[in-house]
């Protein structure tokens, strides 16, 4: 697997290799170290130093200010994301079911249609969907944000399950269905339980697009139906007031923190799914 | 084949196993008709009225579009476009090919190392923009950062500085992307064959060289395709604008989709809002219609 040049580097070359690695980390590392720094320190002590400077006494107060600001947004987030992630990647998994195993006329064609929508720039549809929203009702509404991220999430969730499914042999299927196996047994008892690998896949990607998303939060919500996202940039670009930057940066963690959370526990996934959309989507 | 077996025993029963899967399916295809084909039409339309605050349906002709091409601030967007695509594309996939190449040579703690390039990209481009925008601080950022270690003639003033503060968007989206890149071409590098290289090094070949001249070329797929994902990522780029620069100093660093979105629903200009959702939408198919086909092309030879 790796290649095998280890022996024919001369050690000069393989100190420079390990130092252009480290800078390269800690240039990775930097924005996220001054945030945390700025976030635990006070006003003042952020004027009279710099951004790396300990603080003069760690104090939690812009957490606390912070998250006093965007915490009823924090959950609009969680209420957003939960159903919408659940719904577009069960969606998803029964698309890709059909699309692989139980494939129809026009099922391939629908399939290519689909994928479109991987790169479709949302642009070209917030002025109908908007339209729409607010003919069911739903503008302005977490249930709208949700309707919406289920919508325009289908092409990924559907491309990650079809294309697990399609190398599982068809045998495995035929054989469960001249027993008599009916499509959804079938997707119950043998497709369903070897899925683990990309359900994780698809419940991270989607996580993390919807969670992350701006987009849609700021042209499908107002006021108190807003996600962290929006209220974060709402937060940090106001001119009222003095600037407090350890509030701001004290945010900005918390809306960071769920998706970093995540991959951290689950990086695996995160970059399969990263990969799997990226070279296919 | 699914008929076949289907059409053994016709019962009922048999025939709504046979619906079944089309059932299922017709949502979806309901949404995607609807939702993205639907909408696209009706944008396109859109941009042929004369709608500003609401939508209306009186033809405009190309109307629209001629004030797109006559709005200084579209090109101002558009130049920034290309400018920002470029450098955010091109500086990505050097710092993504070069730490690729570097961690690929049997690297202690690799994969330790790599978790930290790549985790920018699980962060919202909002999170991404307001962390860079402070450290971008004139006066408190790096500016004052690298003055206080003694620097200094320092002076990093860019986010304030019309004219160069599509490179503080830049800094901001490769620090973002360019470990994504990293992640794609390490995942690449790990399927070239060993024993390629091993030739080139018995044919006296030096390991730079071998890496420019035979593994680096057998990642073409790789490299159209970050090619792909880096400019549709620059295409779309809004929420770091917003976030870092609104669009300012004036609308020196607006992007399309910025302009899009202010014009839309800030400005009350929905006909040409449209006009420009269209013209982001011919661009990504500019890009995507290519790469398509020679993805098929290869796929046909291969």
């Known amino acids: 697997m790796h290649s095998p040049l280890e022996k024919a580097l001369p050690s000069p070359s393989r100190i420079a290799i390990h130092a252009v690695l480290l800078l390269a980390v800690v240039l990775y590392l930097v924005p996220l170290v001054v945030m945390l720094l700025t976030s635990f320190k006070t006003p003042e002590d952020i004027s009279t130093g710099n951004l790396l400077s300990w603080p003069a006494v760690i104090t939690g107060i812009g957490w606390v200010k912070a998250w006093s600001t965007v915490s009823g947004y924090f959950w609009n987030s969680i209420m957003i994301t939960v159903p919408a992630v659940l719904i577009s990647t069960a969606i998803g998994a029964l698309n890709g079911y059909v699309l692989s195993m139980w494939r129809f006329r026009g099922s391939q064609l629908f399939f290519g249609l689909l994928l479109f929508g991987c790169f479709l720039p949302f642009q070209t549809v917030l002025l109908p969907a908007s339209f729409t929203l607010g003919k069911l009702g739903l503008a302005s509404t977490t249930t709208g944000l949700v309707l919406v991220h289920v919508v325009y999430g289908l092409a990924f969730t559907t491309l990650f399950f079809r294309n697990f499914y399609v190398s599982i042999p068809d045998a495995l299927v035929k054989a469960a269905r001249l027993d008599g196996a009916g499509f959804f047994t079938i997707f119950r008892r043998i497709i369903l339980p070897m899925s683990t690998p990309i359900i994780m896949v698809c419940l991270i990607w989607q996580f993390t697009q919807i969670w992350n998303d701006f987009l849609f939060g700021v042209v499908f919500s107002s006021g108190d139906s807003q996600p962290i996202t929006v209220a974060l940039n709402n937060l940090v670009n106001t001119s009222t007031g003095a600037k407090e930057y350890n509030v701001d940066m004290a945010a900005a963690m918390i809306a960071g923190l769920p998706t970093l959370l995540v991959y951290v526990v689950a990086g695996k996934y995160f970059v399969r799914g990263l990969t799997a959309g990226a070279v296919k989507g | ?302």
């Open chain 2, 1 to 302: 084949m699914t008929t076949a077996t289907a059409q053994l025993r016709a019962s009922p029963l048999d025939a709504l196993q046979r619906w079944l899967p089309k059932l299922v399916l017709a949502p979806s295809m309901f949404i995607v008709l609807v939702g993205f084909y639907g909408y696209i039409l009706w944008t396109f339309v859109l941009s042929f009225t004369t709608s500003t605050f609401l939508p209306t349906y009186k033809w405009a002709g190309l109307a629209q579009y001629a004030r797109l091409f006559d709005n200084d601030r579209w090109w101002v967007a558009s130049k920034n476009l290309v400018l920002f695509g470029g450098l955010f594309i091109a500086i990505s996939l050097v710092i993504g090919v070069v730490l690729a190449v570097l961690l690929d040579q049997r690297i202690r703690r690799e994969g330790f190392i790599r978790t930290l390039y790549l985790y920018p990209m699980a962060l919202s481009m909002i999170v991404t923009g307001t962390a860079w925008k402070w450290l971008l601080n004139p006066g408190m950022g790096l500016d004052k950062l690298l003055r206080d270690w003694g620097w200094e003639g320092f002076r990093l003033d860019w986010l304030i500085d019309p004219d160069r503060v599509v490179y503080c968007l830049v800094i901001a989206a490769v620090w973002q992307a360019s470990g994504f890149i990293m992640a794609m071409f390490l995942a690449g590098l790990r399927g070239v064959d060993p024993s390629i290289i091993r030739a080139a090094q018995i044919d006296g070949a030096s390991l730079p060289r071998i890496y420019w001249r035979v593994v680096l070329p057998s990642l073409r797929p790789v490299f159209f395709s970050s090619l792909m994902i880096l400019s549709h990522i620059a295409i779309k780029s809004f929420d770091l604008v917003a976030a870092m620069t609104a669009g300012g100093p004036g609308y020196s660093s607006d992007l399309p989709a910025m302009f899009m979105y202010s014009f839309t629903f800030s400005r009350g200009q929905m006909g040409m809002g449209s006009a420009s959702a269209i013209l982001m939408l011919g661009a990504i198919l500019a890009i995507l219609v290519p790469y398509l086909y020679s993805e098929l092309r290869s796929k046909r030879h291969a």
